[in-house]
């Protein structure tokens, strides 16, 4: 082949390249795979194989995850997808305990049995001891939504069996059953101070707490706390002796909302659906996360996840507005308070739609990944639930961001993106701030050199070799964090969550050419 064939055949070659390139816009720019057209996504989502309510997840020494829920129920996992369910079902034949279900039913001596004439045991939170070495689940018994103690059981075993200790807090006492409570021991038979909690002879709920969905954390100075409550009269911190796991009761000071009986009140009261507490001490951001769920639990009852912080344990705990939702604030307005992080939502790759996400608490993987765990609901299922993990990361602002799907090995990049990393069509949800059954739908945006337009519009701009993104719209600024992730029907996504100073989270999935790493 002469020269002059070879020159005109390379030119050639290389016209393609160009119009290849072109054809597939600035997709080899940015450094990530083509985006997919919505007609060739595929849909799915995930069945994890575990039906856990309030589930909490603690590390095994080997790595294993164990996740116990309500009603004495436990699963493993090795992946944070698929869940072995080993124990169900409060009867006597659960291996969790060893001397729960049996006489003489010491933890249920106050409560007694449920509307069903069996016993309820709830929300168990599982911490390691630093101090004696023991695994120690806090956990409720309960026979109506007054009417609780929380109790404590030890287990030499992350597994179990576990033993039940005490009953250290009791909740919808009145006059003639005070004797089965540990009430007088702590507080004295002082007729006017009685009065506080017993008002025309019925347990106060208004004012002072549900005792139930205990959960235990440790300060930056190795102290102990739980933190606990559920409608009634809000949600309570109390400090606990590492020793005795039993609580460290505090003075009266009523210009700070703290009581000697129940600790300190954090938020909440006048019976407004807030509950599920589960605080979450970061070091490297430097403050206590309180997660909370608020609405009511069924799959249409609004039920969903929200935030507020502090940089001491016992508050004062502010939303991303700088407010805080103390008894003397305005309740009534509760759903005004507080970063909401997940409700309603679908997004073009679900296959179904998730109602209800709540009963949440958070962990922190060996690897330093920080995961929240919940149970999740689904539209036209019933009241149905299952367990689901999702990664979260923390925004410049210091605010978690949960990532938009399930959990599958994914992670930040070290690399960090660029300005042209982000560009193309993105579905956006907004979790705005309602407490309803209406599910938050996605709206397709066109992210372009900064702008956005579309179903909404504004500005972005990304901190160059980070995975940080600031969002501007009308009425808002959204700091958010950038991640490759899988979805949940195997489509490889692009996707960012920030959290704004409105208290709102977006999420914005833009869909991939899927690529073999």
Not at 358 to 366: I, N, P, R
């Amino acid at each position: 082949m002469n020269r002059r064939v070879v020159k005109l055949a390379i030119a050639a070659a290389l016209s393609l390249v160009t119009l290849s390139c072109a054809s597939c816009g600035q997709a080899a720019d940015r450094g990530i795979p083509e985006e997919m057209p919505i007609e060739n996504i595929n849909t799915g989502s995930v069945n994890t194989g575990g039906s856990l309510h309030d589930p909490q997840v603690i590390i095994g020494e080997d790595g294993t995850y164990y996740c116990y829920g309500t009603h004495m129920t436990a699963a493993t996992s090795t992946d944070l997808i698929k869940w072995n369910t080993w124990a169900d079902g409060v009867n006597g034949s659960n291996k969790i305990f060893d001397n729960l279900i049996a006489e003489p039913f010491d933890a249920f001596s106050f409560v007694g049995k449920n509307e069903q004439n069996g016993y309820s045991v709830w929300a168990p939170s599982v911490i390691y001891n630093k101090a004696t070495g023991k695994y120690m689940m806090y956990f409720c018994t309960t026979s109506s939504y007054i009417k609780s103690n929380i109790v404590i059981a030890t287990a030499d075993d992350i597994g179990g069996p576990y033993h039940y200790e005490k009953t250290i807090i009791y909740s919808g006492f009145t006059k003639p059953d005070l004797e089965l409570t540990n009430y007088t021991d702590i507080m004295g038979d002082d007729i006017n101070v009685r009065s506080r909690y017993i008002s025309g002879g019925a347990y106060n709920n208004q004012l002072w707490p549900n005792a139930i969905d205990p959960a235990m954390f440790y300060d930056e100075n190795d102290k102990l706390w739980m933190v606990y409550g559920s409608w009634s009269g809000g949600i309570f911190l109390l400090e606990l002796d590492e020793q005795t796991g039993e609580p460290i009761h505090p003075e009266t000071n009523d210009d700070e909302g703290v009581d000697a009986y129940f600790g300190k009140r954090l938020v909440g009261g006048f019976h407004h659906p807030i509950e599920g507490p589960y605080i979450h001490y970061d070091k490297d951001a430097g403050y206590y996360y309180l997660f909370l769920s608020y609405g009511n639990l069924q799959m249409e009852g609004g039920y969903q996840i929200r935030v507020f912080r502090s940089k001491n344990p016992d508050g004062p705990y502010e939303d991303a507005t700088g407010a805080t939702l103390g008894i003397k604030d305005d309740l009534n307005n509760y759903s005004s308070y507080g970063v909401k992080l997940m409700g309603n939502y679908t997004l073009p790759s679900l296959n179904v739609t998730y109602m209800a996400p709540g009963g949440q608490s958070t962990f922190v993987d060996k690897d330093g990944k920080l995961y929240i765990v919940y149970h999740q609901r689904f539209k036209e299922s019933g009241e149905y639930h299952a367990v689901r993990v999702h990664q979260m990361a923390m925004n410049e602002d210091g605010w978690p961001c949960i990532f938009p799907f399930a959990t599958n090995g994914e992670a930040l990049s070290e690399e960090g993106y660029t300005t042209d990393s982000v560009s193309g069509t993105f579905y956006v949800v907004d979790h705005g701030l309602e407490v309803n059954n209406i599910v938050n739908e996605p709206v397709e945006c066109q992210f372009k050199d900064g702008n956005i337009s579309g179903g909404i519009t504004g500005t972005y701009t990304v901190n160059e070799k980070t995975n940080f993104i600031t969002i501007e719209s009308e009425d808002a600024t959204y700091h958010g964090i950038m991640v490759r992730m899988s979805d949940e029907a195997g489509n490889d996504t692009f996707c960012i969550s920030a959290v704004g100073d409105n208290d709102h989270s977006i999420w914005c999935v833009q869909y991939l050419e899927n690529t073999t790493e």
